[in-house]
C-alpha cells in the first residue's frame, strides 16, 4: 500500500510540474504571476528528487522551462516573426548543461542514445509517414475550417524564402516537440510506471494531444488524430531505442503542415 501511495505521488508530482510548465505561458496571467507560479512548479520537483531519481532528471526541464518561461515569452513577442517552438531553447540549452555537468545525471536520462534502424522501426515510420500525410490533408479539407487562423505562422517572405522557412518550420517543430514527448515524456513516464511500457506510451500519447488542442490538427478530432500518431511515435521509441527514428517521422508531418499552409494561406 505504501509503495502505490509513493508511486500515486510521484506521478501527480510529475503531471503537475510538467503540464503546469507546458500550459504557465498560455495562462494571460501577469508576468510577475507567472514567474511566482513557475517557481512554485520547482516544489514537486524537489519531491521526486528524494523518491524517484529517474524521474527527477526529465522533471527538471520542466521546472527550469517554468522559471525562465516568463521572460522568454516577453522577448520572443518582440520578434517579427513566429519562430516554432523557439520558447523551449534557452530552457532546453539550461537543462543540457545541467545534465552533462552534475555527476549522476546522465545515467538517467536514455533519450540521447540514437537507437536503431530496424525492420520494425522502418515499418511502422513508412505507415506513419503516409498515414499522417493523408490524415493531415483530410483534417484540413473537411474538419478545419478557415486556415487563416494559422496565418501568424506564415511570414511575409518571397516564395523561394518561404519554402525555405518552411523546411526549417519543419525541422526546429520536430526537434523541440520529440525533445520534449518522445524524449522528456517518454523516459519520465517508463521511470513512473517502473517499466510498464504500455502505459509510458500511452500516457506520453494523452499528454501530448491534450497540449496540440490549439495546434494542427487541433480541437476534439484533432486530439484523437494526435493520440494515435503520438502511440506510433512512442512505439518506434521503443522498437528503436532512441529518438532518431520518432524525429524524422515528425519531421515529414511538419512538412506537410508546412506544405498545406503554404497552398491553403499563400498560394
Known sequence: ???TARRTADVLAFLLVAVG???LPYTGWPFVARLLVGVLLCVPVARLAQTNRAA???ALFFAIHAVIAPPVFLALERLPFYVPQSYFLPAAVAYLAVLFTTPGLREHARWYRRGDAN????????ILVVGSAGALVAWASFVAGDLTRFARWVPDLPLPLLVLYGVLFAAANALFEEFIARALLYD?????????????VVAQALLFALWHYDGFPGGPVGVGMVFVWSLFLGAMRHTSRGVVAPLVAHFFA???IGGI???AIVV
Open 1 to 3: 500500500m505504501a509503495v
Open 21 to 23: 510548465s507546458l500550459m
Open 56 to 58: 527527477f532528471v526529465p
Open 119 to 126: 525492420r520494425l522501426t522502418i515499418a511502422l515510420g513508412v
Open 188 to 200: 519520465a513516464f517508463v521511470a513512473l510506471f517502473e517499466g510498464r511500457l504500455w502505459a509510458a
Open 254 to 256: 511538419d512538412l506537410t
Open 261 to 263: 499552409l503554404l497552398f
